[in-house]
């Protein structure tokens, strides 16, 4: 289970099957997840003037320094809309990509 105090960015590569040690995607990866930081924001979720990361330095704790908020967060909202943000990315890689994109905004409209 991910700790508060593990990096946001590996977190995310985790379920996508990327090792923390390849760097490879990460730009990609981080444009993701600052997408999805950025629509929870909307939402009211995150510190009020924004968050974004740069790197695999910022964690779970940074965007939320309360340690019962965070992992309440980071268990819910920030992991699955960065990780269904991030999952994108590998729909080109994978032989059912359209269908996959065809779930994604299929349960993207109905959150």
Request: proline share 6%; charged share 15%; glycine share 4%.
């Amino acid at each position: 289970m991910v700790t508060v105090d593990d990096s946001i960015l590996s977190s995310i590569k985790k379920p996508l099957g990327i090792s923390p040690e390849d760097t490879s995607f990460d730009p990609d990866i981080i444009m993701h997840i600052n997408s999805a930081l950025m629509i929870l924001n909307d939402l009211g979720v995150g510190p009020t003037a924004g968050f974004f990361i740069k790197d695999a330095e910022s964690t779970w704790y940074d965007y939320v320094p309360n340690q019962v908020v965070a992992e309440s967060i980071k268990s819910s909202f920030p992991s699955f809309f960065a990780y269904s943000c991030a999952s994108i990315i590998s729909f080109n890689l994978n032989p059912c990509g359209a269908l996959a994109k065809r779930q994604f905004d299929l349960s993207i409209t109905s959150c």
